[in-house]
């Protein structure tokens, strides 16, 4: 059998322009496509499906990728991916990391709407309220599917879902559960609310301890954790609307923690106690 060779040889051609475009937020938003890069990212995208219909719609590969990863490949094809041999340098033409892997998917936007969200009585929710790093977006949502959390919800004043650096940092679990996007963090939080929600907003300054509120059993029942900024945090008017704010013990001498760093000890203690005897978990499943 003659060795396999790159049909994609330019990074100007048409189909490579067309992926490259985007890594830019304008360009995702008018074509309803986004990229997901690495073995990892491509081999969730080619399982998943939204209403029948396969997310993954396109895939570059190099030579090299295509053997090494030649299950993920199989399984493009068997999705309908249309999937293309490119020579190395399209593939680094069209990522957006510094050392490419050698698979590029070109995947269908799959946000879930906001009613949808509700409409599935969620138990644990993580809501990116003002989260603006790609990076700590994508490990929030990473932490929250870890944590058996039911749907992440980011406002419309955080970063986008389908920036390249919140897509590799969630490692695939963008495809694993529900996402709503743009949503107004007044509306997420009134409306989680009215569905039975207990609303949590994490916050270092908070009145609240995190220990204390798991030794009150306070815990057990349907929640949603609020996160803010990087920076400064949840502003004042956002932390009102919450139930309760809540900080996370710091027993060493760190000054903080980071956003993706709380925000797991956060889903963890609501995952924990929502599992304990009389926690909203085990009724259910009872």
């Not at 300054?205 to 803010?228: N, Q, S, Y």
Request: proline content about 5%; charged content about 25%; some cysteine.
């Amino acid at each position: 059998m003659a060795p396999a060779v790159p049909e994609l040889l330019s990074p100007r051609s048409a189909r490579v322009a067309a992926a490259r475009r985007l890594a830019k937020r304008n360009f995702r938003g008018k074509d309803r496509l986004f990229l997901a890069e690495g073995p990892q990212a491509v081999r969730e995208a080619a399982a998943h499906r939204d209403g029948g219909q396969a997310t993954l719609v396109e895939l570059f590969a190099t030579v090299e990728a295509a053997e090494r990863y030649a299950d993920i490949v199989g399984e493009a094809r068997a999705v309908g991916a249309r999937v293309h041999l490119a020579a190395e340098d399209v593939i680094a033409d069209i990522s957006t990391t510094v050392t490419p892997q050698g698979l590029v998917g070109v995947c269908r936007f799959l946000d879930t709407p906001f009613e949808d969200v509700l409409a599935a009585r969620p138990r644990l929710v993580a809501v990116l309220a003002h989260v603006r790093d790609p990076g700590n977006a994508g490990t929030v949502l990473r932490c929250a599917d870890a944590a058996g959390a039911e749907a992440v919800v980011l406002t419309d004043a955080s970063v986008d879902l389908y920036n390249p650096k919140a897509v590799r940092a969630s490692v695939g679990s963008l495809f694993h559960l529900p996402v709503a996007v743009g949503v107004p963090v007044e509306e997420a939080i009134e409306r989680l609310k009215g569905a039975g929600v207990r609303i949590l907003a994490a916050d270092g300054a908070g009145d609240r301890d995190l220990d204390e509120e798991l030794d009150k059993g306070t815990m057990g029942g349907p929640t949603a954790w609020v996160f803010g900024n990087e920076a400064w945090g949840l502003p004042e008017e956002t932390r009102e609307l919450a139930d309760a704010v809540v900080r996370v013990p710091i027993h060493g001498k760190a000054e903080s923690l980071n956003l993706a760093t709380a925000a797991a000890v956060c889903l963890y203690a609501s995952a924990r106690a929502q599992r304990a005897p009389g926690g909203c978990r085990s009724v259910t499943q009872s």
